[in-house]
Nanobody
Framework: QVQLVESGGGLVQAGGSLGLSCAAS????????MGWFRRAPGKQREFVCA????????LYADSVKGRFTISRDNSKNTVYLQMNSLKSEDTAVYYC???????????????WGQGTQVTVSS
């Protein structure tokens, strides 16, 4: 079965940087676009960014454009999220998931990993 294991979260000061990783198994990773999502306290999970299966194209939410960078290594079945210039409003649990890139990064599985907590102190 599909497993998604996010890691790399932590506590960082506003303006700082953090890098997240998501290791995937149980699926043909190189065949899927992948996305990052986040859920802040008291809010619904929201789309952050996505990357095509071959890494050739990316998509970002306006709130993170220019600050976050998604990348992937298909040889390691891993997708990454580099977060720079972090703001307090970036505080959330971050998740990765396979997505439908054509429809704006909509998740295609009813499955989520445990996520990784990112806390940005102001």
């Amino acid at each position: 079965q599909v497993q998604l294991v996010e890691s790399g979260g932590g506590l960082v000061q506003a303006g700082g940087s953090l890098g997240l990783s998501c290791a995937a198994s149980g699926l043909t990773f190189s065949a899927y676009a992948m996305g990052w999502f986040r859920r802040a306290p008291g809010k619904q999970r929201e789309f952050v960014c996505a990357i095509k299966s071959n890494g050739g194209s990316t998509l970002y939410a306006d709130s993170v454009k220019g600050r976050f960078t998604i990348s992937r290594d298909n040889s390691k079945n891993t997708v990454y999220l580099q977060m720079n210039s972090l703001k307090s409003e970036d505080t959330a649990v971050y998740y990765c998931a396979p997505v439908n890139y054509v429809v704006g990064g909509r998740p295609i599985l009813d499955y989520w990993g445990q996520g990784t907590q990112v806390t940005v102190s102001s």
